[in-house]
């Protein structure tokens, strides 16, 4: 049996395809982030999930995860004042957005860019399941 016969049912896309950990961008005027091709098909749907991060950035993630991921862990305890203070600062200024398909764009709030101390450049680091995007002065911070 020949090479592509006996791996026909395989996705080279998937399996050649290195997975990709870091972008910069720049936004657009009208606060707009290009996604890189090789991440979209994370955002099957295209629905995706900004919050603000732990520290002076955002979070970024594909609904799908938001909904089985997030979302179980805020549900804690009613009287955990830990899990009160973590849905606190993930649903405050929580913003659901749609990746342009033509484009591959997202429009970010303002107002979360100005959480994050985000003007025009951006940093994007995978974090297991979701990015972070962040200031590129924001970088040094992390690694030192």
């Known amino acids: 049996m020949g090479k592509g016969k006996a791996n026909a049912h395989l996705n080279p896309r998937v399996i050649n395809m290195p997975q ?15 996604i890189p091709t090789e991440v979209r098909d994370e955002f099957e749907n295209g629905e995706m999930v900004i919050t603000q991060g732990f520290g002076n950035y955002l979070h970024l993630y594909s609904k799908q995860v938001w ?3 997030m979302e179980s862990a805020l549900s804690g305890d009613i009287l955990d004042e830990r899990i009160a203070d973590l849905n606190v600062k993930f649903r405050l200024g929580k913003q659901t957005t749609h990746l342009d398909k033509k484009q591959g764009r997202i429009t970010i709030e303002q107002r979360l860019l100005d959480y994050a101390g985000i003007d025009t ?13 962040m200031s590129p002065d924001r970088t040094r911070v992390a690694t030192e």
């Open 20 to 34: 990709l950990d870091y972008f910069e961008r720049k936004l657009d005027s009208k606060n707009r982030l290009t």
């Open 67 to 69: 909904d089985a991921d």
């Open 121 to 133: 450049d951006i940093v994007a680091v995978r974090v297991g399941k979701y990015w972070r995007l």
